[in-house]
């Protein structure tokens, strides 16, 4: 179950970023499992990791091997699996980890510091090592530049598609491409969501830069999306720049444009994340504005899009619009004059002056409601600071997915 259309867009290759997809039987027989990609020689990357505590092996190796690169540049594959999220598995797992990452680095040719591991699934069980060994070298020779769509399936758990985005932008006539796969149905909060995303583009640029326009990009997509207020243990993003296509940017009015299509591609990935939350069955964007800073709009909008009571009801459908002002009044906001809120569904004004709206029918609630995508728009009546956050129901097929998800 999911919202909207789940058919990949057109997916621009990016020159010098390869990826394949292979059947190593992690999990399932016969499901894509293992993705490997290769970044062109000289090519850039950016990273932001998960902040839970308990972050897996592959996100520990992945950093220790970033630090021993010394520089970006040197980074050639990443190495993903599904099935198995090798986190809980103390060092037996940091172990496997580096053990997956000499086994690719000794089929390319180069360092096993120079392969980023990625892994998603089961937490706490120990990653089979023996299989995803075994299906490398089959992987491994299938690399190309147009395997995006096989990667987009490869890297997938509970999702029940695959999710990508594409752009080009022209630059002084020139043609700059930006394409990018993400994973995640459950486990879904920021810092960063439990998911995995993975954004290539042909443009020239420092790493310093490339590190600003992730972080901003992520600050206005992966950071403002939840589906159920789970931080997961393996939460990684990639941003990797080939340096392919020779246009070099920096932060000038190109480099400006670069950023903004950086940040729309992890959007479309965000919100393709949402639209397939485990069960969901109705996409909800969360809109505060006029608030006094952007930490107390995104407590209210959060508090709004994490509430069981708030999520429930619009899985049934039913303008309960009782259970928003209640999630906002708990959101902790200090000093918050509930007199000048103003609390819309879509268009329909349900609540101001601390209660109902003057003008509120139940017809016009239900009507919002019973559609597949719909937006909750709060007016805190405090400044002038504005946040997004994207949201799903809470059904009964999210019970059951995680009900089952080990059985």
């Known amino acids: 179950m999911a919202v909207g259309s789940g058919n990949l867009p057109t997916m621009f290759p990016v020159q010098g970023f390869q990826l394949a997809a292979g059947c190593a039987g992690i999990k399932v027989a016969g499901r894509k499992d293992l993705v490997v990609m290769a970044l062109a020689e000289g090519s850039q990357i950016a990273t932001v990791f998960t902040r839970n505590a308990f972050c897996a092996a592959p996100v520990q190796v992945a950093k220790r091997h970033l630090s021993a690169s010394k520089n970006a540049k040197a980074i050639r594959y990443l190495l993903t699996n599904t099935g198995n999220a090798n986190a809980g598995t103390g060092e037996q797992g940091v172990a496997d980890a580096q053990?997956?990452?000499?086994?690719?680095?000794?089929?390319?040719?180069?360092d096993a510091t120079q392969v980023l591991p990625f892994s998603t699934g089961v937490i706490g069980e120990p990653l089979p090592l023996g299989v995803l060994l075994s299906g490398l070298p089959s992987t491994?020779?299938?690399?190309?530049?147009?395997?995006?769509?096989?990667?987009?399936?490869?890297?997938?758990?509970?999702?029940?598609?695959?999710?990508?985005?594409?752009?080009?932008?022209?630059?002084?006539?020139?043609?700059?491409?930006i394409t990018g796969i993400a994973k995640g149905a459950g486990m879904i909060r920021p810092d960063m969501a439990t998911m995995l995303?993975?954004?290539?583009?042909?443009?020239?640029?420092?790493?310093?830069?490339?590190?600003?326009?992730?972080?901003?990009?992520?600050?206005?997509?992966f950071n403002r999306i939840t589906v159920d207020g789970d931080t997961s243990t393996n939460d990684s993003l990639v941003l990797v720049a080939t340096g392919q296509s020779g246009i070099m940017l920096s932060h000038d009015d190109d480099g400006e444009c670069f950023a903004d299509a950086v940040e729309q591609v992890c959007i479309e990935l965000a919100q393709a994340i949402v639209r397939d939350?485990?069960?969901?069955?109705k996409f909800v964007t969360v809109e505060v504005a006029s608030g006094a800073s952007v930490e107390e709009c995104l407590e209210v909008a959060y508090t709004v899009a994490d509430s069981p009571l708030v999520k429930t009801a619009l899985f049934a459908s039913d303008p309960n619009w009782g259970r928003i002002l209640a999630a906002i009044g708990r959101a902790g906001v200090t000093d918050l004059d509930v007199n000048q809120i103003k609390v819309w569904l879509d268009d329909v004004l349900i609540a101001e002056q601390g209660g109902r709206?003057?003008?509120?029918?139940?017809?016009?609630?239900?009507?919002?409601?019973?559609?597949?995508?719909?937006?909750?728009?709060?007016?805190?009546?405090?400044?002038?600071?504005?946040?997004?956050?994207?949201?799903?129901?809470?059904?009964?097929?999210?019970?059951?997915?995680?009900?089952?998800?080990?059985?």
């Open 197 to 221: 995303a993975y954004v290539a583009s042909d443009a020239c640029c420092s790493p310093e830069y490339l590190q600003q326009v992730l972080n901003r990009a992520v600050n206005k997509s």
């Open 357 to 407: 709206a003057a003008t509120y029918s139940e017809r016009a609630g239900q009507q919002v409601m019973d559609k597949e995508e719909l937006t909750i728009r709060v007016d805190l009546a405090r400044g002038g600071v504005s946040e997004t956050v994207w949201t799903t129901d809470l059904s009964y097929d999210y019970i059951r997915i995680n009900a089952e998800y080990r059985t």
């Open 99 to 110: 053990q997956s990452c000499a086994a690719l680095a000794t089929i390319a040719g180069i």
């Open 140 to 177: 491994f020779a299938t690399l190309s530049e147009s395997g995006w769509s096989d990667a987009a399936e490869g890297i997938l758990t509970t999702d029940t598609r695959p999710k990508g985005a594409s752009r080009q932008i022209q630059m002084n006539g020139e043609t700059i491409t």
């Open 277 to 281: 939350g485990e069960g969901a069955t």
